[in-house]
């Protein structure tokens, strides 16, 4: 019989142990190498990208490497079909644009490229590397990858602290992320894993909240506190994570709800301080609700882009561009004619997805579209949530503004006459007056004061008798009338400034009617004298010539409904009279123009750099291509 301690010694060994280390290097290798192909994976996609040469961009990229403290290390800017801005690279970094980038609205590209130069700056593709490694070999501990999920969360918003911290508003740097965020959807682009993208779908909704947050420290972080944090990220891997439960679900609901709640909050406000801006340059007047969108443009000064987001309620539906209506019984009024502005509703929430939508508030959303309830721009410039089931006023209440006597004004009269080539007359022909920009300007200016509505919104105001009034203004600035049977019209209440007249055919589709047969040059600077009628010169209608093309994006897809307008011998510059037509399904266009030097530009285009000056003799057609950025 074999002695205990012998049988002890023949006994087999537990297999457990080197089976548990067996299955833990398995998957650690198999963690460790999909880590090392997400890097290959993101330096291939770097060196076939192209290197963007631009001198405007290249420019900007060294400028704001400065001001992020990179200086030590060039940084290269890369053009890719990637769905949103990334960074990749440690020893070169590379910033990765996605194509046609440089068409982007300059104030969104500042952002996304400070918010890149910001991953740089504080090496997060190193960290994020690290991170990956420590997940690899603690494949089995839930904390790792909590941890490593948290890091990336926060590195996003410390790259967005850094962005704001450059003096952006945080509502405007919520806008370009959302605009940038819409292309994640892109079918094709690559993602490469181990580049840090600027907007990924699952942290938007938070970083938005925190962008929007006012009462956030985004003071920097020193690096001892950093590297005592990270120690403790990566070695403690603390907390325990949970498993995703359906009160996760809920909270991701509720942060998105919130997030969607307080930008269409933003775009209503800064939308309200337009429509002030707007009614402050026209003499108080709110525009027409049918054009609010395309006359309040011309004021706004800003990328048309940049209002074009502003339109987009978050919380509409994804078939619809636009998300806010204009309400129709404030078309034209003047604000300080309201008795409630504070009352009254200018702009809401709408189910109409229409460029110049408008109406009475039968398309406010039922259930309200952010829990329950609708938001509301008040005439006052006040934004409110307003649950539903509680009315609102859309009927204002509107009392007599003081006239203040000025003296004569708009008593002059310019009559002429509208003939064929041929010399036969035109009858029913629209001709319109409009007073040039500069002589505009300064009535603006002769009639403007200061009055304060509630909340501290300032509109011009008539300061006295020894100026117009800002309704006589309003109503000299244009006139127009129709051609009489032997073509001839008269004009009245204009005043002896220069005005510029033109026919005026109505808008239709090309091939139409009569109104695409014939163009006229229009007469510049025409001026009457008061309480008298002045004679012009013919406006004689011509066959012209022709300004067509195609708008495309940078793919070559064929962009529908743009607005392309012409300036020209029928369309003075010097008045804000504008040519205008849209393009087809197929992106096509055409502009019958004067004979003569035109300029025709996208109205809401990219940037005026796209604008084309061309000759066009009668009888010609001269091509203008566009390219704009896709949806």
Same mark, same amino acid.
């Given at each position: ?35 090392? +192909? ?237 429509? +002030? ?27 048309? !882009? ?96 003081? !006239? ?19 010399? !036969? ?101 025409? !001026? ?104």
């Amino acid at each position: 019989t074999a002695r205990p301690e012998e049988a002890a010694m023949t006994a087999p060994a537990d297999p457990r142990p080197r089976l548990l280390i067996g299955v833990w290097a398995i998957v650690a290798l198999g963690a460790l190498i999909r880590l090392t +192909v997400g890097m290959m994976l993101a330096g291939r996609t770097a060196r076939r990208a192209s290197l963007v040469t631009d001198t405007v961009l290249t420019q900007e990229i060294r400028r704001l490497a400065k001001e992020a403290g990179i200086g030590r290390r060039d940084v290269e800017l890369r053009q890719s079909a990637v769905a949103v801005p990334m960074t990749t690279g440690l020893r070169r970094p590379i910033v990765l644009l996605p194509m046609g980038a440089e068409a982007w609205p300059v104030p969104l590209r500042t952002a996304a490229l400070r918010h890149e130069l910001a991953h740089i700056a504080r090496r997060d593709w190193a960290w994020h590397a690290l991170a990956g490694v420590v997940c690899a070999l603690h494949w089995f501990n839930p904390m790792a990858w909590v941890a490593a999920k948290q890091m990336r969360a926060e590195s996003e918003r410390a790259c967005d602290d850094a962005v704001l911290a450059s003096g952006i508003r945080p509502t405007d740097y919520a806008g370009h992320l959302l605009e940038i965020a819409k292309h994640l959807s892109q079918v094709g682009a690559p993602r490469p894993g181990a580049a840090i993208a600027m907007a990924q779908r699952p942290q938007v909704e938070d970083r938005l909240r925190a962008i929007l947050q006012t009462s956030l420290s985004r003071r920097a972080a020193s690096r001892p506190w950093v590297m005592a944090a990270l120690a403790v990220t990566v070695l403690i891997l603390a907390p325990v994570a949970a498993l995703r439960t359906a009160a996760q679900d809920q909270s991701e609901a509720k942060a998105r709800q919130d997030a969607e709640k307080m930008v269409s909050l933003s775009n209503l406000r800064q939308l309200g301080l337009r429509m +002030v801006e707007y009614a402050t340059e026209h003499g108080g007047a709110l525009p027409r609700a049918d054009r609010w969108v395309d006359e309040g443009a011309q004021v706004f000064h800003d990328d048309p !882009k940049f209002i074009q987001s502003l339109m987009r309620d978050p919380g509409a539906p994804a078939t619809q561009t636009y998300g806010y209506a204009f309400n129709k019984a404030l078309s034209g009024v003047n604000l300080v004619t309201l008795q409630d502005p504070a009352h009254v509703v200018l702009l809401f929430e709408s189910t109409r997805g229409t460029r110049n939508a408008f109406d009475g508030g039968e398309s406010v959303p039922v259930p309200g579209r952010h829990e329950g309830g609708t938001h509301y721009l008040f005439a006052d410039g006040r934004v409110s949530w307003v649950p539903d089931g509680q009315p609102v006023v859309f009927t204002p209440t509107i009392g007599q503004q003081a !006239k203040t006597p000025s003296g004569p004004l708009g008593r002059a009269s310019l009559t002429g006459r509208v003939i064929y080539e041929d010399g !036969k007359p035109a009858a029913n022909v629209r001709v319109g007056a409009q007073m040039q920009n500069d002589a505009m300007d300064a009535l603006w200016g002769a009639a403007q004061g200061n009055s304060v509505l509630p909340h501290g919104v300032r509109i011009p105001l008539p300061p006295g008798a020894a100026r117009p009034s800002v309704d006589e203004a309003r109503r000299v600035v244009w006139g127009e009338a129709t051609t009489a049977a032997d073509g001839t019209y008269q004009i009245h209440g204009l005043t002896s400034a220069p005005y510029n007249i033109a026919v005026l055919f109505p808008d239709a589709p090309p091939g139409t009617g009569p109104e695409e047969l014939w163009v006229a040059a229009a007469i510049e600077g025409a !001026k009457g004298q008061e309480g008298a009628s002045t004679p012009l010169q013919n406006l004689v209608l011509t066959s012209g010539g022709f300004i067509a093309g195609r708008v495309t994006d940078a793919e070559g897809k064929p962009r529908k409904s743009v607005h392309i307008a012409s300036y020209g011998p029928h369309r003075p510059r010097s008045s804000a009279m504008v040519l205008m037509t849209d393009t087809d399904f197929d992106g096509r266009y055409r502009l019958r123009v004067a004979p003569g030097e035109s300029e025709v530009y996208i109205a809401d285009g990219p940037s005026p750099e796209q604008n084309q000056t061309v000759t066009v003799a009668k009888g010609e057609t001269k091509t203008v291509n566009f390219t704009v950025a896709a949806h």
